[in-house]
Nanobody, 123 residues
Framework: QVQLVESGGGSVQTGGSLRLSCAASANIATMPCMGWFRQSPGKEREPLATITQYGATAAARFLKGRFLISRDTAKNTLYLQMLRLEPEDTAMYYC?????????????????WGQGTQVTVSS
């Protein structure tokens, strides 16, 4: 079973940036699909971005290009670069992986999840 460990969360002010990392215990170069999500208290989980084993990416339109998903296959690490952060971005952020199913754009049905990392944006 692949294990995922997120890191890089923290507290920032409005307009700041953070880069989240997700270290995987398996070779992500052949992982059909990985993604980032977030969830705030009282809200549903939101898919943010996905990346395929071929490096194709997709991102939620409401982000307006502020968040960028990428990966380092040599380090088996997935990243989420977050720019121009707003208080509304405050949430627990999770990475997820699917070792068997490819992703075509955003999806929410991943079988493997990390424990999450908290991001808090203050005004």
């Amino acid at each position: 079973q692949v294990q995922l460990v997120e890191s890089g969360g923290g507290s920032v002010q409005t307009g700041g940036s953070l880069r989240l990392s997700c270290a995987a215990s398996a070779n992500i170069a052949t992982m059909p699909c990985m993604g980032w999500f977030r969830q705030s208290p009282g809200k549903e989980r939101e898919p943010l971005a996905t990346i395929t084993q071929y490096g194709a990416t997709a991102a939620a339109r409401f982000l307006k290009g502020r968040f960028l998903i990428s990966r380092d296959t040599a380090k088996n690490t997935l990243y989420l670069q977050m720019l121009r952060l707003e208080p509304e971005d405050t949430a627990m952020y999770y990475c997820a992986a699917d070792p068997t199913q490819y992703c075509h754009g955003l999806r929410d049905d991943f079988p493997i999840w990390g424990q999450g990392t908290q991001v808090t944006v203050s005004s």
